[in-house]
């Protein structure tokens, strides 16, 4: 992809009134620019108050001017920033005479597009642009800045590099085939291919919990009829969002809330209660609940003491993918404590949605899923297409592995892996197309 030349503008402050508002230029023009404002070219770096006119002369603004030459500037190209009066018709006014000096309304993301082309990001430290922009919570800022400064896309290229020598050593053995020692059976390559794979998986994990504090936990709440799943998404939302009735199947639609926990975002939708039922209506809501567990990241089980051998039956639904939560709700029926266990290895919990006793210990649990409990521990955001190309990187070194244990055919091996380096050089950017970066800065806002 070719460097742009033309030069952009657009209005780099949220819409609305404010104290200051700041339009920002980038490209060719941005010199010339700055120069037609100012009646000379600013120092670079340093604030430069100017009277600002339009073609005919008219006052627009006193603002103030700082200009940055490339490369030293965010995009890489020349910059103007102009800081005016934060009122709306006058960051237009400004804004349309600068496209009368030259340049045009930026798309959304372009300065971060043009960053990214520029070498100045790579795509993870130019998506965490977009995440730290978008934080709900100082977790997600945390976890945001921690990847624009760089530790994800490091990890990736640590891992690139493991694979790149591995590769490496597997061609140099295709093109040496004279060779007296048989290089693809030596177990120092199965070791470094082993531990290859422990990274990736390592990393895998990392994004998926970077994944869950970016985009926050989905959660679906299942189980039969009448066992609370409404009464406990209104006790965890703190409304009376749901309905609530002894009639089995009050809930036929999916219904989502999105409530916080502490720093942690959490989507929790309430589903019908999976049964057998000949009710068209109620069908429809089954057959929805079942596919909302396919696209939950957790699949809270809701059921009661007496009957959860039976209710657990129902996480056979559930895919590998998805974490399992199982809630035993009613306890105060019992005179029961609340408590927290597991059981075959799924984390569970006993409260009562009516009382309110035990939430505490599900919240502690569901933001531990989240990731919230890692916020402290260098976490950092990620994105759902960032998991998908390290599952089809590890996909192609189980491959690589699995060629040299049964055939030591190192022509498949070499090429398994080169399509994993491939998949792992999309998260940076090393790899990439025009309609990827596309889809991905069309979602940032005007002037980022």
Do not use: W
């Not at 409260?351 to 599900?362: E, F, P, V």
């Not at 933001?367 to 590890?394: P, T, Y």
């Not at 244990?405 to 792992?424: C, D, F, N, P, V």
Request: charged share 25%; hydrophobic share 45%.
């Amino acid at each position: 992809m070719d460097a742009a030349t033309d030069t952009i503008v657009a209005i780099a402050t949220p819409p609305g009134s404010g104290g200051i508002g700041v339009l920002r230029v980038s490209g060719p023009l941005a010199a010339k620019i700055a120069q037609a404002l100012a009646g000379e070219l600013p120092s670079p770096r340093r604030a430069r108050l100017a009277s600002l006119h339009d073609e005919h002369g008219a006052l627009i603004d006193r603002a103030l001017l700082l200009y940055f030459e490339a490369p030293h500037s965010f995009t890489g190209e020349h910059v103007l920033e102009i800081h005016a009066h934060g009122a709306p018709v006058v960051l237009d006014a400004l804004r349309r005479h600068v496209c009368a000096l030259g340049a045009r309304p930026a798309r959304a993301g372009e300065f971060s597009e043009r960053a990214f082309l520029n070498g100045k990001l790579d795509l993870v430290q130019a998506e965490a642009i977009a995440d730290l922009i978008a934080s709900k919570s100082q977790a997600q800022a945390r976890a945001a800045s921690r990847s624009l400064q760089g530790e994800f896309s490091t990890r990736v290229q640590a891992l690139l590099h493991a694979l790149i020598e591995v590769r490496a050593q597997i061609e140099a053995a295709i093109d040496f085939p004279e060779e007296e020692i048989d290089f693809l059976s030596d177990p120092a390559l199965r070791s470094r291919l082993d531990g290859v794979c422990e990274q990736m998986h390592s990393l895998l994990d990392q994004a998926r919990r970077g994944v869950r504090l970016t985009d926050g936990l989905h959660v679906a709440i299942v189980g039969r009829p009448n066992v609370g799943k409404s009464s406990l998404l209104n006790a965890l939302a703190a409304d009376e969002r749901a309905i609530v009735a002894e009639i089995p199947g009050t809930t036929r639609d999916v219904l989502r809330e999105e409530v916080r926990i502490d720093e942690v975002t959490l989507t929790l939708a309430d589903t019908a209660g999976l049964r057998e039922s000949m009710e068209p209506i109620e069908s429809e809501g089954i057959r929805r609940a079942r596919a909302e567990l396919v696209r939950a990241d957790v699949a809270l089980l809701v059921t009661e003491a007496a009957d959860m051998e039976v209710d657990l039956a129902l996480l056979q639904e559930v895919p590998p993918s998805v974490s399992r939560l199982i809630v035993i709700n009613k306890i105060d029926l019992q005179d029961a404590p609340p408590s927290r266990g597991t059981r075959a290895g799924i984390e569970m919990i006993a409260l009562s949605a009516r009382t309110g006793a035990g939430l505490d210990l599900l919240r502690s649990a569901l933001k531990q899923l989240a990731g919230g409990n890692d916020a402290e521990q260098g976490a950092f955001s990620a994105r759902a297409r960032h998991v998908l190309a390290l599952e089809c990187a590890r996909r192609h070194v189980d491959a690589a592995i699995d060629v040299l244990r049964t055939s030591r055919a190192g022509e498949l091996a070499a090429e398994e892996l080169r399509q994993a380096q491939r998949h792992l050089g999309e998260i940076t950017g090393e790899f990439s197309t025009e309609d990827l970066l596309g889809a991905i800065f069309s979602t940032f806002c005007i002037g980022k």
